[in-house]
């Protein structure tokens, strides 16, 4: 069975801190991604990776960086928190796109609340 | 670009009756869609996907979609709903060949007793 884990399922952060949320995955996956989740919204995609050390904008990657080391571990970045950032964050992993589109393997959620 | 929308934000049903989750999309080349079910604080699990194989595609748990092209459809259905499927279903689509999952907004399902 393919296992993503994340760092943490609960963090409270206080305004101007910086958050790091861990992303892990046991499938020797390609490709990783970190979403946030909304009510209302559906997720979206903050940023992705095809590979170790790069990384691709999503549609929201405002205020967001990432880091991807190696190529089991997805860093997501909040440089200075702020309360609109609270939200669930979603990380997943899938293989390589080649001929189709694979299915992603997400993690349980971090839900972050910026106080 | 590809889209998707759901079609009800939220859905109720009695146990034992069936199930109809309604899901459109939009895409410029053959698509991959998916449904996929969220259960309170867990993350996200594929229910099934369609990748241009049959149109009636079978998934976990007795949930079916059928792929419609020309009405662009994608819907979910069971026929039996159980207590345990509530959740939050969202149906994903994405172009051919392409890492861009696009997600819709999520149908909250609830079964009554």
């Known amino acids: 069975d393919v296992k993503v884990t994340q760092s943490s399922r609960y963090l409270v952060k206080r305004t101007g801190e910086k958050v790091f949320l861990e992303c892990v995955q046991d499938m020797d996956h390609e490709n990783m991604f970190w979403y946030r989740q909304d009510p209302g919204l559906g997720l979206r995609l903050i940023y992705f990776s095809y590979d170790v050390k790069m990384k691709e904008k999503g549609d929201i990657p405002e205020g967001y960086s990432v880091s991807r080391e190696k190529k089991e571990r997805f860093s997501l970045i909040l440089e200075s928190a702020s309360t609109n950032q609270t939200s669930m964050y979603l990380c997943?992993?899938?293989?390589?796109?080649?001929?189709?589109?694979?299915?992603?393997?997400f993690g349980p959620g971090t839900r972050l609340t910026v106080t | 670009a590809q889209s998707v929308t759901q079609l009800d934000s939220h859905v109720s049903v009695s146990e034992g009756t069936p199930v109809l989750l309604r899901c459109n999309y939009s895409?410029?080349?053959?698509?991959?869609l998916f449904w996929y079910v969220q259960h309170p604080n867990k993350g996200l699990q594929l229910l099934l996907k369609y990748t241009s194989a049959a149109t009636l595609v079978k998934g976990i748990n007795g949930f079916e979609a059928e792929f419609k092209k020309s009405e662009t459809s994608f819907h979910l259905t069971k026929p039996s709903a159980h207590m345990s499927d509530a959740a939050e279903y969202f149906c994903v689509v994405s172009d051919y060949n392409n890492n861009d999952m696009r997600f819709g907004a999520g149908t909250r399902l609830t079964v009554k007793p």
């Open positions: 997943a992993s899938s293989l390589l796109t080649s001929g189709q589109t694979y299915e992603q393997y």
């Open positions: 895409s410029s080349y053959s698509p991959s």
